[in-house]
């Protein structure tokens, strides 16, 4: 399984940005996609995740401002960031729980392979 993700950039303050990740490979269904991002020197957090029948769930210091999809035929999740601030800068990683086969049941997680966001005037 891979996850390719893209989107990333740098953006003032108060703009935006939309990262999309494709998962490919061998996959049966994926109950849950989201994103999570790592600062430097700081552990890699949940920014937000949603699960095949479209709940989601935010980390408080995104919530009003990013909003997660995702389009299940293409595999895809996406992020759009809104209001950004500077310290929503980060290298933000897509992360996806597969089942890779309907003969298991077994949930595997994937990362894909980060995305830099820088939010500076």
């Known amino acids: 399984v891979q996850l390719q993700a893209s989107g990333g950039g740098l953006v003032q303050p108060g703009g935006s940005l939309t990262l999309a990740c494709a998962a490919s490979?061998?996959?049966?269904?994926?109950?849950?996609m989201g994103w999570y991002r790592q600062a430097p020197g700081v552990q890699r957090e949940l920014v937000a995740d949603i699960t095949s029948g479209g709940m989601t769930n935010y980390a408080d210091s995104v919530k009003g401002r990013f909003t997660i999809s995702r389009d299940n035929a293409k595999k895809t999740v996406y992020l759009q960031m809104n209001s950004l601030k500077p310290e929503d800068t980060a290298v933000y990683y897509c992360?996806?729980?597969?089942?890779?086969?309907?003969?298991?049941?077994?949930?595997?997680?994937?990362w894909g392979q980060g995305t830099q966001v820088t939010v500076s005037s």
């Open positions: 490979g061998s996959i049966f269904s994926i109950p849950n």
């Open positions: 992360n996806a729980r597969v089942i890779r086969s309907r003969l298991s049941s077994n949930v595997y997680t994937h």
